[in-house]
């Protein structure tokens, strides 16, 4: 080997530098590479990555204004909305252009409704407007017409709401999110009778550390059972575990259900033995309890299966090391055995956190009124209110919420430190 | 042993089984004196580990008692048994530090924090690493992990220290280095030894006494030269050392001494060992380098053999050769310079006395 002095460029027998050789030899294998994936990476990027952006996209965007009412928003650019008055005549003509042109189009009305999630009323006053709006002399003036229309026109409050929401983009639905509005005095927090997402959110957060605190409870025993046993008993015992993995959600949840409620089988068999009286009968069932003992039950494989690898793999001569040097069983494991299964309970955690602060289907069936989580009010909007527009901020915060528990949780327990298997 | 504090162990008519079907152990007495170095050696799957696990708690015997000091310990939990612990694959604790690792026997015993960080610093220095004890056990080499084990196994002064194949990972210049280092670490602290190992030749080097186990039984308790010089079976013949063998039939037996006939006819005199009556059949042992080539002829045992195969070795020369129909029979030649060539094929005479030739029992 002849020594290579610093500077001297490496090269191949035929005079190419070596680097070029190297990245050309290597750039068959990574387009190979990169063939063998790109089936899921396309499907990823159009079945995850796309619809997330789109999502995003969504909770701010709000051009349906400026498309619906072109004229009228350019007009509106001159008008001073803490003026007190009610914008001139200039304006009611571009309204009356735009009308026309919606009324034939009928997009009035879904400018309508998405007005009425700022204030309520706007609906029914595009509806009325634009069965009137044949009706009026096309001569103008337009001012008194439209304010004999529908006596709204004549009210402030409306064209602040058409003004602060003819921009394309709006923070509204993220401020609606957090329980806020924009009134004329800037951002303000909603009545307290009509603040709901920001208590949803708290309770979702709790019922999820709950459902993680029980599963943690409930599998830490079991994936130490299922680590100690020998492999013959501890396959089947897996088998069960993975059993509900096996069911249909819908099954299983409709299961709790018979078992739980009040005329249920636990109930029953309560009164039976006298523990509770009829009268006295459980309510574990459409309530935060449901929500807990069913989402447990769901979650359970997700904290068992990280814990039962990093348990498998300590090896029992360090439980028995620690008590050869002295340790009694409950110091040997609290000292020994516990801190080296931590990184399972992390990603047990972690899994069993990040599914229950987004499941839907669980809370929807037997949560009741008081165990829904966000996801519940989320896909309430997006398939039944149609405010896609909030859907999509409630949807976007809870990913940002998700995300911000990564980070917390990487800084201090490190996602290195996580091993699934 | 000038200032032994080790403790007296004796296993009483100890038996194990695993599956109430085959004993892994099988009636095991042994008395290990206060301070002994003592070496169970023997192959894979004979019951050493299953022994030393009975004696440090984690194992019930199935029969029979073991004392320690002469108390009975079957119904002690090991935590209790103050038995130090060297474990094959070190059993380091991977989330502590190395001064936490040696730390954790002395907190468990409640002893006090500037008393522990004295005697961790004098267990560190003992093994050689003082500067060490901020590191995790991963940014350790093998060997100072070992030590680290070593250390951590002796830091609370136990009385006994039990280790389990503690070399098995190491490379063998390595292994030879920390033999030595455990061996001085013992004859300065005095402790009882009960080692494991199936390296042979760490059981010589190290041990006081070597108990030779196969199959769940001791075959043979002896110091290393008794074990070598007198093996009393066949299987510790063989085991320990090399071993020429050659069957046959006793054909007389003359007080400690009988005349074996061997396969071909040849009739041996050797040391009567093993062999209870005329008539038996035998095995005997020769090790490779008690045979002579030259000035045979006032050995008790002369035959001719030819020579297959010649493999020089620097120090010495090792001699395939065909002697009494076994082929693979060895001798070594010491290399003393000499003019005299040997050749393979030729047929030359070879010898040995009557002392080094065991009649052992018969291997079929
Ligand atoms: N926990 C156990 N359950 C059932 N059988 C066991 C168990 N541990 C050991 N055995 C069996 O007992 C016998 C002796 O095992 P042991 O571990 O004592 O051997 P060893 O002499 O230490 O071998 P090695 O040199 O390979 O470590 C073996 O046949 C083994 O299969
Ligand atoms: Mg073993």
Redesign the pocket.
Known sequence: MSDTHAGEVLTTQDGKPLKVALAKALRREKLRALALIAPLLIFVLLTFVAPIVDMLFRSVENGIVEETLPKTVVALQEWDPTSGTVPDEAVFVALYDDMAVAVEEKTHTRLGSRLNYEASGISSLFRKTGRGIKRMDEAGPFKEQFIDLDKDWGTVETWQVLKRFSPRYTPGYFLNAFDAQQTANGIELKPEDERIYMYLFGRTLFLSVAITVSCLLLGYPIAYLLSALPLRSSNLLMILVLLPFWTSLLVRTSAWKVLLQQQGVINDFLVWTGIISDAGRLVMINNQTGTIIAMTHILLPFMILPLYSVMKTISPSYVRAAKSLGANDWTAFWRVYFPQTIPGIGAGAVLVFILSIGYYITPELVGGTSGIFISNRIAYHISSSLNWGLGAALGTLLLVAVLVLFVVYDKIVGIDNVKLG | MANTRGAAVKYDSVQKS??GETL?VKNLNLDIPPGEFLTML??????????LMMLAGFEPATHGEIYLNDRPINNVPPHKRGIGMVFQNYALFPHMTVAENLAFPLQVRGVGKAEQQDKVKRALEMVELGAFGNRRPAQLSGGQQQRVAVARALVFDPELVLMD?PLGALDKQLREQMQYEIKHIHENLGVTVVY?T?DQTEALTMSDRVAV?NDGVIQQLSTPDDLYEDPQNSFVAQFIGENNKLNGKVVEINGSECLVEIDDGTKLKADKVNVAAVGDRTTLSLRPERVEFDTVDTMDNLVNGRIEELIYLGDHIRVRMNVGGNDEFIVKVRNRGEKRKLAVGETVRVGWALNDCKALDAVV
């Open positions: 695993y599956d892994v023997g192959p894979s799957g004979s019951g050493k580990t299953t022994c194949e494991v199936h186990f």
